[in-house]
């Protein structure tokens, strides 16, 4: 049989050069033989010349056969090399270790620490100043706004007393008007009754008439005697000085008061309404101490006695 039918089935096939490797083979083991064979023939020189002696031999003797080295063995076919085992998987890597830390830098922990506590007092400082900031400008528009209001009202104080100093300026006005219209009156009623008393006396006797014709001397204490206690003016006492109060009373012919009128200003708009008041409250003054009563009479009252 054939080398090809001798080879197993499921053998692997033979790989190319084994001829080559077959015939490199066979070289080294021809060297391999030779090498063998000279140092054997060697041995054998030197061992037959270090012996003297001969030996003689009646008979001929055939001389024994060089020793021949044996013949090479047949050289044996190389075996087909194995199939290479297939390749080990790849080794899982291990993952590489971390790295060790550090030692920690005191002198930079220290530094990085330094730095985060200034940062913070700067912040903080600017927080400040931001609150301070704000809480200036907060009383700042206080501040405006109480000047502003101080001013509004130092302005609402003026025109009031602006428009008092007027509306009294306005009162003496028409209070000055009605002093002049009522001496005015006064004057023409005194013509009038001076008249009359002319009228009805005789020639001899016009002086007695114009002398007779008023009021006695002491009715006008009577009169105030009379609307005194009508009068409420509890400041009397603190009145600077005594101003007095005139006012044309007129009368019907039983004393009755018919009307009042004030003809000349205390300055006192307060004493004037309580003794026009109390005048009106009394509604009739008396008599004369003749019993006569005047048609028209000017009182004067006074805050004190």
């Not at 015939?23 to 010349?49: C, K, M, Q, Y």
């Not at 009228?199 to 001899?204: E, P």
């Amino acid at each position: 049989m054939s080398l090809a039918l001798d080879r197993p089935e499921f053998a692997p096939p033979p790989q190319r050069g084994t001829g080559r490797a077959l015939v490199l083979a066979l070289i080294a083991h021809g060297l391999l033989i030779a090498a063998l064979t000279w140092g054997v023939r060697w041995r054998s020189d030197a061992d037959e010349g270090a012996v003297d002696a001969e030996l003689w031999s009646s008979t001929v003797q055939q001389a024994a056969p060089r020793l021949q080295a044996p013949p090479a063995p047949a050289p044996v076919p190389a075996p087909p090399p194995p199939a290479p085992a297939p390749p080990p998987p790849p080794a899982a890597k291990a993952p590489e270790p971390a790295p060790a830390p550090k030692a920690p830098d005191i002198a930079l922990e220290r530094e990085k620490k330094l730095k985060e506590q200034k940062e913070q007092q700067e912040r903080e400082l600017e927080r400040q100043q931001q609150q301070k900031k704000k809480e200036l400008e907060a009383k700042q528009r206080a501040e405006d706004e109480a000047q502003r209001k101080k001013e509004q009202q130092q302005k609402l104080a003026e025109q009031k007393k602006q428009q008092e100093a007027e509306a009294k300026q306005a009162e003496q006005k028409k209070a000055e008007t009605a002093a002049k219209q009522a001496a005015a009156d006064r004057a023409a009623a005194l013509k009038r009754m001076q008249g009359l008393a002319n009228a009805t006396g005789s020639d001899d006797s016009r002086g007695t008439a114009q002398r007779t014709s008023g009021p006695s001397s002491g009715y006008a204490g009577r009169i105030a005697a009379a609307v005194r206690p009508n009068i409420t003016f509890p400041d009397a006492d603190t009145v600077n000085g005594n101003p007095a109060a005139e006012f044309e009373v007129s009368l019907a012919p039983d004393g009755t008061i018919v009307g009042v009128k004030l003809s000349k200003s205390s300055g006192l708009p307060g004493w004037d309404d309580a003794a026009e008041r109390g005048l009106r409250k009394t509604d009739k003054l008396p008599r004369d101490t003749d019993g006569r009563i005047f048609p028209s009479l000017i009182v004067t009252l006074r805050p004190k006695r």
